[in-house]
């Protein structure tokens, strides 16, 4: 079992930055391949960016590309997403996950999930 916990969300105007982390605790955090999804009201949880265990691969949803930078430390068990250029539509509750695939951070592969932590960017 893998817990995770967001925090790093709030409010923050449009061009704004934010950064996320992700803690995890249970098993050994580096054989997994972790993700950032979003889910804002009234839509489906969507991809975000994802990161390889070892941090040697990253991947970007096309709307977040150059804006958003996945990140991990795995001797401290984090995982992190620094969020530039913030935009309205960024606005939606961000979600961390852990896949077993040391590689694959697709939505289907994700095993494990923190509880969210809401980011509003205002106009």
């Known amino acids: 079992q893998v817990l995770l916990v967001e925090s790093g969300g709030g409010l923050v105007q449009a061009g704004g930055s934010l950064r996320l982390s992700c803690a995890a605790s249970?098993?050994?955090?580096?054989?997994?391949?972790m993700g950032w999804f979003r889910q804002a009201p009234g839509k489906e949880r969507d991809f975000v960016a994802g990161?390889?265990?070892?941090?040697?691969?990253?991947g970007y949803a096309d709307s977040v590309k150059g804006r958003f930078t996945i990140s991990r430390d795995n001797g401290k068990n984090t995982v992190s997403l620094q969020m530039i250029s913030l935009k309205p539509e960024d606005t939606a509750v961000y979600y961390c996950?852990?896949?077993?695939?040391?590689?694959?951070?697709?939505?289907?592969?994700?095993?494990?999930w923190g509880k969210g932590t809401l980011v509003t960017v205002s106009s």
């Open positions: 990161i390889n265990w070892s941090g040697t691969s990253t």
């Open positions: 996950a852990a896949s077993r695939d040391h590689s694959n951070w697709d939505y289907y592969s994700m095993d494990y």
């Open positions: 249970g098993r050994p955090f580096s054989i997994y391949a």
